[in-house]
């Protein structure tokens, strides 16, 4: 979740590359003295924050355009479940969302089956973009999705975070 008072907001849906997005944007944003960022649950924001729960909490946050991450749920609920597999659990995280993932059961199947009951039949960045007006732009197509945040955020020449598909994670800068 990162808000950018008078310029965008980011909505961080799970598994779309919003850690290394929100890094990337805030290094370069270091000059723009009211970044409210979150990576954790001592703030204001939280890095899975719903945007409807952004809205209430930052009622101006609405005023200003609000971006996210679209993948497909299958791939996301893929890779969640990839990532919990090789996380210990003494590791997983202990707070919101993260913490009802890590409690499910290790085979796809039931990993799936959880995801469906939490997600209420939505899909996630339905689930993350409920109660604003929030722009979704393709995981599949990030160059695209990269120059409209970047333009938003008024920044230039900032590299493209790139994936790195065997961590389905992004790096920053060129291969």
């Not at 979740?1 to 909505?11: A, E, K, N, Q």
Request: aromatic share 10%.
């Amino acid at each position: 979740m990162l808000y950018v008072p008078g310029l965008f907001s980011f909505v961080h849906v799970p598994r779309t590359g919003g850690n290394a997005i929100t890094r990337t944007l805030v290094r370069h944003l270091i000059d723009t003295a009211d970044v409210v960022c979150s990576m954790d649950h001592n703030r204001t924001l939280w890095r899975h924050m719903p945007a409807g729960a952004l809205v209430a909490a930052i009622p101006r946050a609405a005023s200003t355009p609000i971006f996210a991450i679209d993948r497909d749920m299958e791939d996301i609920i893929y890779s969640d479940w990839r990532l919990h597999l090789t996380v210990p659990p003494v590791a997983k995280p202990a707070h919101d969302f993260e913490h009802r993932v890590a409690a499910a059961h290790d085979s796809l199947d039931a990993f799936r089956a959880f995801w469906f009951r939490f997600l209420g039949g939505k899909t996630p960045t339905r689930y993350w973009c409920e109660g604003a007006n929030v722009a979704t732009l393709p995981y599949n197509d990030m160059a695209a999705s990269w120059a409209i945040i970047c333009k938003a955020a008024g920044l230039h020449g900032v590299p493209l975070p790139r994936v790195d598909y065997q961590k389905d994670r992004f790096l920053e800068g060129p291969p």
